[in-house]
DNA sequence: TCTGGGGTCCTAGGACCC
DNA sequence: TCTGGGGTCCTAGGACCC
């Protein structure tokens, strides 16, 4: 058996911790810049609010209503996020994180009451994190993220479901639509109804070469994880990340390019900072940069210009410089920019890396001592603290007018008790 | 006025080899 | 008319996830 434990309504979740005068009441988070509602408590849910409607389309709904509207504070949810994984690890010996809100828990080889186990420990999460925890269980992780779904539809579950003989699985199955399935996309949607296939148990009831055609082997394997066959993995070892994508939109379009190089620089800097924290070293920078796709009457562009480093680096200053002067290359005159960004790839890791013999070993072991030493200023005292002047300020341009206190990772932001 | 960000895997087809 | 057979590697794009 796999568990799913996946936490409600996250970001919402985590915005009500500290605001227990939200409970019951409509809540909503936006996404960065606050463009769209990425995360809606129940009772914005039955509002009509949608997963990402634009806010500035909402606005009547949530000003008629007094929804409650949130920022993005990546710092907060990250921080529960952890909290939440602490309470899962001292429940089973192996949890694959799957998601910022969603883990499995490999049951396999556990002969508990894995009902009673799924129930209690939702409620452990609650003890002791104040978030509400859906925890399914089901011989499939597929199968275990449907039970992990029918404890939001039924709260008489109490937060834990154990779904498991074959005669309840097809009861479910009958009635869980095809696309609501892990694994089953929008594009999937037309094909299946073409078929007539509109519930989950329809789509196991297809012809296994019939899957295999028209939906390869991904599609294959969700038609086997329905039918009760594992053949998704179990990955509690956490990989190295293949690339590291750091881009933004603006709050205002960017026609200068000194000040579109000085964001690039900045999302320059924290992709090297994720490069060199997980121990590997880039062969290829990207950058890109397009105007508002929104604003039919303005001239559109999309940019992207690559640069290589054939002896591979994780070295700040290297990797700033290599994407500024990219900036500059892909850079048009006369066109307002809505979005940037830097995209590191063909990662390897650090230990592995054959070096260049000629290389100066002497300049590349400063670097490094000049890199750590600034990593460690920033995380002792703040993302930003020390950084390249062409990074500016270090802000990139957004706008976050609704944010939330970082309670959990701020001194200066502890919630006061009287 | 205002529309997110960050990933992975798979496959078909091109380019190349003998 | 008719144009081999068998293989590998790489890449772009599609599809999916949160």
Redesign the pocket.
Known sequence: MFALA?CNN?FASCERVFRPDLNGKPVIVL??????A?ARSNEAKALGIK??D????I?DIVERNGVAVFSSNFALYGDMSRRVQTVLREAVPSVEV?????AFLDLRGLDWDFDRFAKELSARCWKYTSIPVSVGVAPTKTLA?IASKLCKKYPKLKGGCYMHKPADIEKVLRNFPVED?????????PKLADMGVRSAWDFTRLHENAVRRL?????F?TWQELRGIPCIEFEDQL???????????F???VSDVSQLCTQVAN?AS??AG?LRAQNSLCLELMVFAFT?R??DAAPQTYGSQMVTFPDGTDDQRAIIAAAVQACRELWRPGFGY??A?V?ISRLEPARDHVGNLFADSQAAARNARLNAAMDTLNASFGPGTVRLGIQGSGEIF?SRDHQSPHYTTLWSDLPTVR
């Open positions: 996946d996250f996404s960065n810049n606050d463009g769209c990425v997963m990402g634009p806010l500035f389309k606005r799957y998601s910022i809100d969603e993220k399935v892990w694994g089953i996309g929008r594009r999937s949607i939906f390869a082997l991904p599609g394997r990989e190295d990340k293949q690339s590291i994508c750091v881009s933004r939109s709050a205002h379009d999302f924290s992709a994720k508002n929104f604003k809505k979005k960004g995209v957004m």
